[in-house]
């Protein structure tokens, strides 16, 4: 497909963080950008402000018939209204992951792949990057806090960007370094089992050729088989790791993330004081740690996207060693599917604080399942040596923790659903 040939772009589910970045993208370009969404939300209002015209709800009459691309998220269904139309009408159609693939083409690709810690790698290698000249384009599912976007300019050949294995999505690029941060089970609503998803690592592998570079910890035993018949050179990341580093966002989860940076750089030829330092002053990225503020009462408010188990016990582990005071966190599970894999797995991730309410399931993509809920959480937490409540809206998790919550308190709000929506609202109130 040629770029410049395409005048006007729609996207469907504007609002969601990697289909933005395409879109801000292609404003960037010249390109006239409508899109749609099933809410306003900070992104859209963002879109609106820089020259796209939003549509909340989606229907057949958003899309103009003179339309020449459709970008759609893979999480609508094939009869979406808009979709429909696109496809009736011949307007070429691409999903995101395919749109990601098309405008790689042309860079130097430095993909960011694995279960855990893919944002906040691409966030401080963004960093490195942009401070060290190189002038990346850069795609993340997240915002970058000195620049507020998920989508960064460059006026370079290198193209950075977070490459997830969803529905195998990640397999549309063809990147000359690939990271796999690590491989664990998640998204088991597309993926079978752990083997399933090294298939699609194993793939992804594949497609990175024999001057490029793979970088990853080897001796990963959940890699498995995902490094066979490797092209690429292997670059083992836990050999740049630096415990001492002086970071300041905490938990050994960063300390790994920096060494995967320090790797990359490595490769990149950046002088190795220059990494060091621009990873010293990194300060985070929206919703991967993120101190929002406090509150009239004093309590400090914290967010994060957590939403596998290993994360949450990560982030709260960093959590504990990082705060003081008590430490209340309100987490909204992700998914029924997920919920119920590992639900033995989540039971166990909430011990290092000193409360936890647990919200209703956000079910996202996914149906209703009766046959899991979080009041079956909160039994499982507390059968574990935890502390948990449920708490059936967020009006009721918040007067709950302004009760236990005193001045120096810490509340951390968890999940990759509208849970942070909480903290804003006490911060405002």
């Given at each position: 497909m040629d770029l410049e040939k395409i005048k006007k772009v729609h996207f469907i589910g504007v609002g969601g963080i990697s289909v933005s970045a395409i879109a801000r993208m292609m404003l960037d370009l010249g390109k006239?950008?409508?899109?749609?969404d099933s809410s306003f939300s900070r992104i859209t209002k963002e879109l609106e402000e820089i020259g796209a015209q939003i549509f909340i709800g989606q229907k057949a009459e958003n899309l103009s018939d003179d339309t020449d691309l459709v970008v759609y998220t893979i999480a609508i269904p094939e009869e979406n209204p808009e979709l429909k139309?696109?496809?009736?009408?011949?307007?070429?159609?691409?999903?995101?992951?395919?749109?990601?693939?098309?405008i790689s083409e042309d860079f130097y690709t430095i993909a960011v792949s694995?279960?855990?810690?893919?944002?906040?790698?691409?966030?401080?290698?963004?960093?490195?990057?942009?401070k060290s000249g190189l002038k990346p384009n850069v795609i993340i599912g997240s915002l970058l806090r000195e620049q507020g976007s998920n989508y960064v300019k460059g006026d370079s050949k290198y193209f950075l960007v977070e490459a997830c294995e969803y529905r195998r999505s990640f397999l549309n690029l063809k990147p000359k370094i690939l990271i796999i941060n690590n491989i664990e089970e998640d998204h088991l609503d597309y993926y079978k089992d752990l083997d399933d998803i090294k298939s699609a690592f194993k793939s992804m592998v594949s497609k990175v050729s024999g001057n490029g570079f793979i970088v990853c910890n080897p001796s990963d035993p959940n890699l498995g088989g995902a490094l066979e018949g490797a092209k690429a050179e292997i670059v083992d990341y836990t050999e740049f790791i630096e415990k001492d580093l002086g970071l300041k966002?905490?938990?050994e989860h960063n300390i790994s993330n920096a060494g995967v940076v320090l790797a990359v750089s490595d490769i990149l030829d950046i002088e190795k004081y220059k990494t060091r330092e621009i990873l010293q002053s990194y300060s985070g990225v929206w919703r991967r740690f993120e101190f929002k503020g406090e509150?009239?009462?004093g309590i400090l408010v914290y967010d994060d996207y957590a939403h596998h188990p290993t994360e949450v016990k990560t982030t709260l582990e960093g959590a504990s060693n990082y705060f003081e005071g008590k430490i209340v966190v309100i987490f909204q599970p992700h998914l029924y599917s997920r919920t119920k894999k590992f639900l033995n797995q989540f039971a166990k991730s909430f011990n290092n604080v000193d409360e936890v309410v647990i919200l209703p399931i956000y079910a996202a993509r996914e149906a209703e399942d009766k046959t899991i809920?979080?009041?079956?959480l909160v039994e499982e937490i507390n059968k574990n040596g935890g502390n948990a409540n449920y708490k059936k809206d967020f009006d009721e998790a918040i007067l709950y923790v302004k009760e236990r919550l005193n001045k120096g308190g810490v509340l951390m709000?968890?999940?990759a659903g509208d849970v942070y929506k909480i903290g804003e609202g006490m911060l405002n109130d």
């Open positions: 006239v950008v409508s899109g749609s139309k696109a496809r009736d009408l011949k307007i070429k159609c691409l999903s995101y992951p395919e749109m990601l693939g098309t694995g279960t855990h810690g893919k944002t906040t790698t691409t966030a401080m290698l963004s960093d490195v990057l942009i966002v905490p938990g509150t009239k009462e809920n979080s009041e079956m709000t968890i999940g």
